[in-house]
């Protein structure tokens, strides 16, 4: 029978990006870029967030394309944040149709029909893409928000020179983790609503909550990450680029309170999951582990 390590190396591998869907995602992003091109002034457009940086989850959905607007095109920077999102979502309803298109506080979301299969298998296919426009702003960009009613500057590289950083003073594991942990936040049996919001969190609050040297064990490891994200969920985390608002401020008091309460949960069947292990019930400890994160994590 397979450790409990060696489960998590599995379970970590099947978090990781790989060719096919590179390629998919390439596809994609190309496909939805040369009709926007049809329709907007568009400098020019990237794969960016989490995919990006490899901190995102499976299945793969959501993966953000910035689309940097020509100043010399339609000035939408000054005019409110919900007439560039207006615009983006009935050019892409026209192609896509009303049921695949939806809208979001900075993006426009297009859903591809793609199928998951009960071990969140995809057949190595992004399920949707988020299409952001955006304004070059110096070194910055700024983006809409349509909740706040206001422009957001925000700066990818400054996130993924971090995520980069932070990887490499933790003995290249810590983007496994902080993908595991968004996985477990994908998990159905929290209902419709994630624990964490937005997942993006995770990655900010593992920027201070992951530190000291990786010592060697993911199963300690994690239920230490569980219990020090419960400790701290309740805390204020700002952008660590220092330029948007808040990312703590994606939830307030009572989902605040929800999310602690299910991460407290997490770490507490974490111990119980070393416990088996540690009583040589290898088979029931990777059971826990299933349980804890869903169908990726293996058995066998
Ligand atoms: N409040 C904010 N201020 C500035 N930049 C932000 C803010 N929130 C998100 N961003 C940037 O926009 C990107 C996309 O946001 P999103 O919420 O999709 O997060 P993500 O990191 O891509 O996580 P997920 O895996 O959930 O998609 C982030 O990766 C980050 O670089
Ligand atoms: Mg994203």
Known sequence: MMTVNEAFRKFKSRLELNDKEQANASARHTEVRDYLDTKFAIERSFLTGSY?????????????????????????????PSVILGDF??????????????????????DFGVVV?????????????????AYAAAEDYEIPDADKGAWIKTNPETHA???????????SEWKGLVRMVKYWNNNPRHGDDKPVKPSFLIEVMALQCLYGDWQGRFDYEIQAFFATLADRILEAW????????????????????RARTLLQ?????????????????NGEALKAWRALFGPKFPLS
């Open 52 to 80: 990006a940086r490899h901190t995102k989850t499976k299945p793969l959905k959501d993966i953000d394309i910035f689309f940097v607007l020509k100043k010399s095109g339609k000035d939408y920077r000054s005019m409110a």
């Open 89 to 110: 979502y009935d050019a892409l309803v026209e192609k896509y149709g009303k049921a695949a298109v939806r809208k979001q506080g900075r993006s426009i979301n297009v």
């Open 117 to 133: 299969d009960a071990d969140d298998n995809t057949d190595y296919r992004v399920m949707s893409v988020d299409a952001v426009p």
């Open 161 to 171: 020179e971090k995520a980069t950083a932070a990887h490499q003073a933790y003995s």
């Open 238 to 257: 700002p952008d660590p680029a220092g330029l948007g608002p808040p990312i703590s401020d994606g939830m307030d008091a009572k989902q605040k309170q």
């Open 265 to 281: 949960t997490a770490s507490r069947e974490a111990s119980i999951a070393i416990d088996h292990a540690r009583q040589g019930r």
